[in-house]
């Protein structure tokens, strides 16, 4: 009996060291990140960079273009993260000036890009937000009580 109870003593300490050996202090643990997806706060620049790159991949975009597209994105980001300051103790102060920033933005790409190359990034953008065709528009549909 007393050989039973001694070897399931050393047995539930083994179990419970090991299971502490296996465990990391906080110090050696990964650093946290902050932004969305568990990425940290990235470089304006490469961001500019990384979706230029893909906007020229997915609409066909010439070299000339992807590199003005860059440089509009770098100054949108960089214009659009000043109103976010200038505005961050009361966001709907500023909606009316990070519209037309917005709508300034769009009209800059506009030139930038041929027509058919809006068009693409029109309808990518309204399928990027949910408005493409069979996701419903964006709008929930309620049933009519008879």
Do not use: C, W
């Amino acid at each position: 009996m007393k050989k039973t109870l001694a070897l399931l003593a050393a047995l539930a300490f083994a179990t419970v060291g090991t299971s502490f050996a296996q465990t990391t202090p906080a110090t050696a643990a990964a650093p946290m990140h902050k932004g969305k997806g568990g990425h940290g706060p990235k470089d304006p620049a490469k961001m500019a960079d990384h979706k230029a790159g893909k906007m020229a991949k997915e609409l066909g975009l010439n070299a000339d273009q992807e590199a003005k597209v860059e440089q509009l994105l770098l100054a949108r980001q960089q214009e659009s993260a000043a109103l976010k300051t200038k505005y961050a103790a009361d966001k709907n102060a500023g909606r009316a000036e990070m519209k037309a920033s917005h709508e300034k933005y769009e009209a800059q790409l506009k030139a930038i890009l041929t027509p058919e190359q809006y068009a693409k990034f029109d309808k990518m953008k309204d399928e990027h937000h949910g408005h493409g065709k069979g996701q419903g528009g964006g709008k929930m549909k309620v049933k009519a009580k008879a």
